[in-house]
């Protein structure tokens, strides 16, 4: 048998086991290759402007084949310890360690190498594809139009080439260290040793839930006013991350085991097929993968977490916008407004206009503030709010000595709550109008120049609107009083009228525009949600590469116990429903404690990204976790592959 | 009565262009209650022959009936259930899952059959307590001896109270005494529950616990050996005696 011979059996051979890591290394590389590509693209830069697209995009390459090669290694150093029998073997009939080095590297070189050709012509083809969702999510509306760039086929081809290396040199290491025992011993050494349950892992386990619940409440509580100062606020968060990623990690060492153990315990003796299955096998497998199993849930976490933040963000840009811009456009500068105005008139745009004037008045809402942050930079016995009169809104009204407040952050609002009514007074120069305050709105009336960036707009009746304005503290008014807010009556219009408005050139401070600023918005969250989600794609595929791996690794271990259960009379459908319950657990157990762990952290923040929870956390947690199963389905089928060759 | 009966039974390895012939026409009949050994050289088709005769593994030709049973044309699923129900195995090796503890694993052949939790844990009691490892039933495979982990599969192949149980060199990997005490058992069970044993073995003093010992060559059964009313002594001297025939003309070969 030549060396060439061994060389293409091995090869074969591998391909067919390995053809997961072959689609994994094909899609880290064209989409190493497409963001590449992208970065060296000139249409990066021009369409953006502002947004250095380019520059987001390389770091998002640098994060990328950082997963990348952390994941290769990892799952080389899988495949080594599994072919070391094999490695053993050729030693043992007398082949030198160099040479074995030598025929792995060959092959390894063309499997690898192979990859990265395909790799490099998919990216190239996917690119535009690529490009296309980039401008489809940034709502641009540019032909991509993209060129073989010879940079990116040259950085891809170092950077791989570099992982590659890397790789051998793992593999020297590995084969060097070895000796012709030990060769034989690895698999062995690395199988869990089976032990009963000790007093000492029950207690982990019952730490491990502990720390990871006691984080999570903590985390419902770190925005509710329980932390009144920055250092507070910052030891919370470290307890946070530190107890629940401890707790992770002793979760699978011991909490797993521990509950399986009762469930077990309750069974005395007599489990069923399933049970055999899967309870029996996983309570000693995740013990042993604790370390891996935590890394992966924490990374996943993060991964759902990051992508429901920035689509949360991305979905809540029309809400945003809305409560930056009180109607289509607006302005605080009379002549800019009359200007506009004129402008769409002579384009034969019909809107619709609304002014308002708007007094600044110092509050002191000390009685209805519901909260005891000390660190503000507000005295809640001086606050500077807008006063404006129910006349000027539609939708409200209210009697004189009441008040009503709208327009309040959403972010602002979990710092400081109000409480549901009560008394607050508005400070004038020389007198003090004390009223009712009714409760809080969330019409949007005034942009963000009278609010201080977020602060509640007071609205009250024209007859206290009236009185305020005589007792006017002039040293606290804003340089214009009034507020034109414009709508375009004909939704199609607005296109029109937006270019219309571009044209001026207006100050941004005292004239906006609603679609501006939402499209502003859109590019750079449009960016960021791209970013992240092609990374977290990444993640998402490399992880559950890993998981079935190792789980390959198990079926070929648990082969005989598969074996012997056929002999016993269990039909391979029986063990077909053991196994899927048990990769349901394998799967389950990361992918469902990744999603609790990223909820809570979203939950405790999401408010400051945008104004909607729900949809775009479910949407991401929904696809992810579907993604995700389909690496359960394939292991699935690959135990049901080994079962039928178990007999 | 008769239990077993194999006739004319063929069994090829390989393809067309290449077989191996392993079993040539071989004829076998066992009664109820009787304890039966097989032996031979190695490569003989000894674990082919039981494999065959226990349903694992399929005959190329020839029909074998258990218990009346026509198992030869059986589908996969109605010989999972026949195993399940009829049939209890002791092997050499590979023969305990490690992530179970004693006495799940000899509960086993119950919960396929879905027998009752409490006339299970009353058959689990008597047989462990038969076989002496009612002490280590709470331990797992890697925590007790290799007589133990023998003794376990043999109370987990006794436990449903099979027709048949077959044996493939259960003995092999025990030093003399653990093997004795083990075949000791094997024989008071097969005595006191009258259950059909059929063991194969390389070990003459294994088989000369057995009422019969059956010596294959060339695919054939070559000769059988009565027990009879010997005592265990004179028929192992027996066995010894073929066994050399046997091997030497093994070596010619
Ligand atoms: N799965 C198989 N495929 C091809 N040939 C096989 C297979 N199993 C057994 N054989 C061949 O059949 C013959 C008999 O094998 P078998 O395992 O029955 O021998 P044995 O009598 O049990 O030997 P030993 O005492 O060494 O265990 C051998 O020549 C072997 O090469
Ligand atoms: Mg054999």
Redesign the interface.
């Known amino acids: 048998m030549s060396i060439k011979h061994l060389i293409f059996q091995n090869l074969k051979k591998n391909i067919k086991n390995y053809y997961l890591y072959v689609f994994a290394l094909i899609f880290s590389v064209s989409l190493y290759f497409a963001f590449v590509t992208l970065q060296y693209d000139p249409a990066m830069n021009e369409v953006e402007g502002s947004v250095k697209g380019a520059a987001a995009i390389k770091s998002a390459s640098i994060l990328l084949v950082a997963i990348v090669s952390i994941f290769l290694l990892y799952a080389n150093t899988i495949f080594i310890k599994r072919r070391s029998k094999e490695i053993g073997l050729f030693q043992l009939i007398g082949m030198t360690k160099n040479r074995i080095f030598r025929i792995l590297t060959i092959e390894n070189f063309m499997l690898y190498f192979g990859s990265l050709l395909i790799g490099i012509l998919l990216g190239f083809s996917v690119s535009k594809l690529i490009i296309m969702i980039l401008f489809k999510v940034m709502q641009i509306n540019a032909i991509a139009e993209l060129h073989f760039s010879t940079e990116a086929l040259a950085q891809t081809l170092i950077v791989f080439a570099v992982i590659y290396l890397l790789i051998m040199f793992m593999n020297y290491l590995f084969i060097k260290r070895q000796s012709i025992l030990a060769l034989f011993r690895i698999v062995s050494s690395t199988e869990t040793?089976?032990?009963?349950l000790s007093i000492w892992e029950i207690v982990i386990g019952a730490v491990g839930i502990i720390m990871i619940l006691s984080g999570y409440y903590i985390s419902s509580k770190l925005f509710g006013g329980d932390f009144t100062t920055i250092n507070e606020l910052f030891l919370a968060m470290i307890f946070i991350l530190g107890s629940v990623i401890l707790g992770t990690y002793l979760f699978y060492k011991g909490s797993i085991s521990f509950i399986f153990n009762i469930i077990r315990k309750k069974k005395?003796?007599?489990?069923?097929?399933k049970e055999?299955l899967s309870l029996?096998?996983i309570?000693?497998r995740m013990k042993s993968n604790a370390l891996l199993l935590t890394i992966i849930t924490t990374v996943s976490a993060l991964a759902i977490g990051l992508l429901s933040l920035s689509y949360i963000s991305y979905y809540s840009i029309e809400k945003t916008a809305e409560h930056t811009v009180a109607g289509d456009f607006s302005f605080t500068n009379v002549n800019d407004g009359e200007k506009f105005e004129k402008s769409l008139a002579a384009n034969n745009i019909s809107f619709h206009e609304r002014k308002i004037r708007v007094i600044q008045a110092d509050a002191n809402l000390k009685n209805i503030l519901d909260t005891n942050l000390e660190e503000l930079n507000f005295d809640p016995k001086k606050m500077k709010l807008p006063v404006i009169s129910d006349q000027a809104v539609d939708t409200i009204d209210v009697a004189p000595g009441q008040a009503v407040f709208t327009d309040y952050n959403n972010a602002l609002q979990k710092f400081m709550s109000f409480k549901a009514s009560g008394q607050f007074d508005l400070i004038g120069k020389s007198k003090t109008i004390q009223l009712t305050y009714l409760g809080l709105r969330n019409d949007s009336v005034l942009s963000l120049d009278f609010t201080a960036g977020g602060l509640p707009v007071v609205i009250v009746n024209q007859t206290d609107f009236e009185r305020l304005q005589k007792d006017i503290n002039p040293a606290i008014q804003n340089k214009s009083t009034l507020f034109i807010g414009i709508d375009v009556k004909n939704e199609d219009q607005l296109e029109k009228a937006n270019q219309v408005f571009n044209e001026f050139k207006f100050n941004g401070d005292s004239a906006r525009s609603r679609l501006e600023i939402s499209n502003g918005m859109k590019q750079i969250m449009g960016l960021t949600m791209f970013i992240v989600g092609f990374l977290g794609l990444t993640f998402l595929v490399t992880s559950g590469c890993i998981l079935y791996f190792k789980q390959m690794g198990e079926s070929e271990e648990e082969k005989?116990?598969y074996?012997?259960?056929?002999?016993?009379?269990?039909?391979?459908s029986?063990l077909l429903k053991g196994i899927s319950r048990k990769q349901l657990f394998s799967f389950g157990i990361p992918l469902v404690i990744g999603l609790a762990h990223s909820y809570f952290a979203v939950k405790s923040g999401w408010f400051f990204f945008g104004t909607e929870l729900w949809t775009p956390m479910i949407i991401v947690m929904i696809l992810y976790a579907a993604l995700y199963s389909v690496f359960g389905i394939l292991s699935v089928l690959y135990y049901k592959k080994v079962i039928r060759d178990a007999? | 009565m008769t239990i077993l009966e194999a006739t004319k039974i063929y069994k090829n390895y390989g393809n067309k262009f290449n077989k191996q012939e392993v079993l040539k026409g071989l004829d076998l009949t066992i009664d109820k209650g009787e304890f039966v050994s097989i032996m031979g050289a190695s490569g003989s088709g000894k674990t082919t022959l039981l494999n065959v005769l226990?349903s694992?593994d399929k005959v190329s030709q020839g029909s074998i009936k258990i218990e009346g049973n026509e198992i030869t044309r059986m589908k996969?699923?109605q010989l999972?259930?026949?195993?399940?129900?009829h049939?209890g195995?002791i092997f050499q090796e590979?023969?305990?899952?490690?992530?179970?503890?004693v006495?799940?694993n000899?509960?086993?052949?119950?919960?396929?059959t879905k027998t009752p939790?409490k006339t299970?844990?009353q058959k689990?009691a008597e047989v462990a307590q038969e076989l002496g490892i009612l002490e280590v039933?709470?331990?797992?495979?890697?925590?007790i001896s290799g007589g133990q982990k023998q003794r376990t599969s043999a109370a987990?192949a006794f436990i449903h109270e099979p027709s048949i149980i077959f044996a493939d060199e259960p003995t092999g990997a025990l030093d003399s005494k653990s093997a004795s005490d083990l075949l000791n058992k094997l024989s008071q069970l097969n005595q006191k529950r009258k259950a059909t044993i059929v063991m194969v073995t390389h070990d003459p003093v294994a088989a000369s616990f057995s009422n019969r010992v059956i010596f294959i060559k060339d695919g054939q059964i070559y000769t059988q050996l009565n027990k009879g009313d010997q005592s265990r002594q004179t028929f192992f001297k027996d066995i010894m005696k073929t066994q050399g025939v046997l091997g030497g003309v093994q070596y010619e070969h």
Do not use: Q, W
């Open positions: 040793r089976v032990k009963k005395d003796g007599y489990l069923t097929i055999v029996s096998s309570m000693f005989p116990n074996s012997i259960l056929r002999k016993l009379g269990f039909t391979r029986d007999l | 226990s694992i996969e699923k999972a259930e026949f195993r399940k129900s049939l195995f590979y023969n305990l899952l490690d992530t179970l503890t006495k799940e000899i509960l086993l052949p119950l919960t396929v939790k299970a844990e689990f039933k709470d331990k797992y495979p890697n925590e987990r």
